[in-house]
């Protein structure tokens, strides 16, 4: 039984990969997770999880040389399949594999995280919210945020994946964020998942190269994440089912 998330923003910059990682830990408190970095040509998750030593990476399995079994890393209390950051390993991959690699996985594990690319400008950056049961749209309270947000939505819609809700990242103290929230709700078919403020213990723990739910458990962020994963209720689908889906996805033309 598991469900597949996509974790999206449709721009950069709006910490999604802090979050996809923050959001994994918090929901290995009650279940078995796997964290992809689907984002193959601005990969970050390595870093974020301590594993920039990796030897194989999905690049290595989207090239046909590795099994995603051996991509697959046992970190804080996780599993974690990075990618790799060399234009030669980007360039020998092939995304269209990555629907059985995201397959492979979705028979041992309860929720699987797709880190996805945060520009959906080619077909392999679409792919994941394709591929994906649910959407978590990270967002900046900014206008820019919001409209890529709703692209990302657009995309979804279209190929009959939902949106499980919002989450408001690096939200300043000074930020009218009740007032965008309504707002924001309107446009958007999920709830406000929770607002993560804007926090220093992010960036220390970016730069320790370890999770913030490790790194600063206590802290404001971690607490929202916390609640974000309460408020996400993983649905507990037939994996054979959910592999079936993934398998049979159609990677879908440029926007």
Do not use: W
């Amino acid at each position: 039984m598991v469900e597949v998330f996509a974790v999206a923003s449709g721009k950069g910059g709006t910490g999604k990969t802090t979050s996809t990682v923050a959001l994994g830990m918090a929901l290995a408190e009650r279940y078995d997770v796997t964290v992809v970095d689907a984002d193959t040509g601005m990969a970050n998750l390595l870093f974020h999880a301590g594993l920039s030593d990796a030897e194989t990476t999905l690049h290595d399995v989207l090239a046909g040389d590795r099994s995603v079994r051996a991509a697959a890393y046992d970190r804080f209390g996780m599993t974690v399949v990075p990618c790799g950051t060399s234009l030669d390993g980007f360039r020998d991959a092939d995304p269209q594999r990555l629907r059985e690699a995201v397959a492979t996985l979705a028979a041992d594990t309860d929720v699987l995280l797709l880190d996805s690319p945060p520009a959906l400008d080619s077909r392999a950056s679409v792919l994941p919210i394709v591929m994906a049961d649910r959407i978590v749209v990270v967002l900046q309270p900014t206008i820019p945020a919001i409209s890529d947000g709703l692209k990302v939505q657009e995309y979804g819609s279209s190929y009959g994946t939902d949106v499980a809700g919002v989450l408001f990242n690096k939200v300043r103290s000074d930020a009218d964020i009740e007032g965008i929230a309504r707002k924001t709700e309107r446009y958007f078919d999920g709830p406000t998942l929770a607002t993560v403020p804007e926090s220093e213990q992010v960036r220390e723990a970016r730069r320790a190269g370890r999770p913030l739910l490790a790194h600063a458990p206590a802290c404001d962020a971690a607490e929202a994440f916390r609640r974000t994963a309460d408020a996400i209720s993983p649905r507990q689908v037939p994996s054979e089912t959910v592999a079936d889906r993934v398998r049979s996805a159609v990677i879908p033309e440029p926007p």
